[in-house]
Nanobody, 121 residues
Framework: QVQLVESGGGLVQAGGSLTLSCGAS????????IGWYRQAPGKQRELVAV???????NYADSVKGRFTISEDNAKNTVSMQMNSLKPEDTAVYYC???????????????WGKGTQVTVSS
């Protein structure tokens, strides 16, 4: 029904920058929120940044001031500019969206397959 496809991961040195993008497609009526989670080896998946209806944003404390999330509503895409990257930012980054689907009631949760971000020291 709804697909989330991430792009933009890769290998970067500490202090460098990357931009992640996620495109949502399918039977979308409304995207209530869309954003990014990450999961490092041996750790739980955690919220990185999310943008909600009206453009409100929420960031993990660990990325505030370094990461910026933005949304293109017309294209159903979300991007996250990641600056001043640290080795502890190394993780698989997953796009996540809460979506109202055409022809169905309620809000459904969708995940992308993830993209690897590796920050070398």
């Amino acid at each position: 029904q709804v697909q989330l496809v991430e792009s933009g991961g890769g290998l970067v040195q500490a202090g460098g920058s990357l931009t992640l993008s996620c495109g949502a497609s399918g039977s979308i009526r409304i995207i209530n929120s869309i954003g990014w989670y990450r999961q490092a080896p041996g750790k739980q998946r955690e919220l990185v940044a999310v943008i909600g209806s009206g453009g409100t944003t929420n960031y993990a404390d660990s990325v505030k001031g370094r990461f910026t999330i933005s949304e293109d509503n017309a294209k159903n895409t979300v991007s996250m500019q990641m600056n001043s990257l640290k080795p502890e930012d190394t993780a698989v980054y997953y796009c996540h969206a809460n979506v109202e689907v055409e022809g169905r009631f309620g809000i459904r949760v969708y995940w992308g397959k993830g993209t690897q971000v590796t920050v070398s020291s």
